[in-house]
């Protein structure tokens, strides 16, 4: 039976305490993505990390060469890793990360990282249209409150919104625990 490949998402020090652009109880979400990617290790099963540079006129986050848009050290990738520099949110746009994966025979991608309504949404969408099978680990990704129409829509609200919004047709939303117990 084939196995996964890993994709951790912009997991870069911006999105925690102190970073540029803070999300929702980043930490947590990290930590949990660190245990999918032990679980990765252990099976010596390919690992990608997509790395966030903003290339945009007047970015304040993810700046190239900055320590706020380096991975964060709970996730730091290991040597036989792939790091892949995006410039937008899917983590296909203008990369080869698709190219690695169809180069390696990879059809299933486990899916975490940040942030869920933008990087995390955009991604899944697209792997799902490249015919990628997706695993999305919910609690192993985070995102932030947004505003619209003069409302607020907390954090906890968009990331049910988003994880709502991709489970069934573009991925299996699990929880790490429910991962780790059928990996």
Same mark, same amino acid.
């Given at each position: 039976?084939?196995?996964?490949?890993? #994709?951790? $998402?912009?997991?870069?020090?911006?999105?925690?305490?102190?970073?540029?652009?803070p999300?929702?109880?980043?930490?947590?979400?990290?930590?949990?993505?660190?245990?999918?990617l032990?679980?990765?290790?252990?099976?010596?099963?390919?690992?990608?990390?997509?790395?966030?540079?903003?290339?945009?006129?007047?970015?304040? /986050?993810? $700046? =190239?060469?900055? =320590?706020?848009?380096?991975?964060?050290?709970?996730?730091?990738?290991?040597? !036989?890793?792939?790091? @892949?520099?995006?410039h /937008?949110?899917?983590?296909?746009?203008?990369?080869?990360?698709?190219?690695?994966?169809?180069?390696?025979? @990879?059809?299933? %991608? #486990?899916?975490?990282?940040?942030?869920?309504?933008?990087? $995390?949404?955009?991604?899944?969408?697209?792997?799902?249209?490249?015919?990628?099978?997706?695993? %999305?680990?919910?609690?192993?990704?985070?995102?932030?409150?947004?505003?619209?129409?003069?409302?607020?829509?907390?954090?906890?609200?968009?990331?049910?919104?988003?994880?709502?919004?991709?489970?069934? #047709? /573009?991925?299996?939303v %699990? !929880?790490?625990?429910?991962?780790?117990?059928?990996?």
């Amino acid at each position: 039976m084939a196995h996964p490949a890993l #994709v951790v $998402i912009d997991i870069q020090n911006d999105y925690f305490a102190g970073g540029n652009m803070p999300l929702h109880e980043p930490q947590a979400a990290a930590e949990r993505a660190a245990e999918v990617l032990d679980r990765f290790r252990q099976r010596s099963w390919p690992c990608f990390h997509p790395q966030h540079a903003s290339l945009q006129p007047g970015a304040t /986050f993810m $700046i =190239p060469d900055t =320590p706020g848009q380096e991975i964060a050290a709970i996730l730091t990738p290991a040597e !036989n890793e792939t790091v @892949i520099t995006k410039h /937008f949110p899917s983590a296909f746009q203008n990369t080869t990360l698709h190219e690695q994966l169809q180069s390696l025979a @990879i059809d299933q %991608l #486990v899916i975490c990282g940040m942030m869920t309504h933008m990087c $995390i949404d955009t991604s899944v969408r697209a792997a799902f249209e490249r015919g990628y099978r997706i695993q %999305l680990i919910g609690d192993a990704t985070a995102t932030r409150s947004l505003q619209y129409g003069g409302n607020t829509l907390s954090a906890e609200s968009v990331q049910t919104a988003y994880l709502a919004g991709l489970s069934g #047709v /573009f991925a299996t939303v %699990l !929880n790490t625990q429910e991962w780790l117990g059928q990996s």
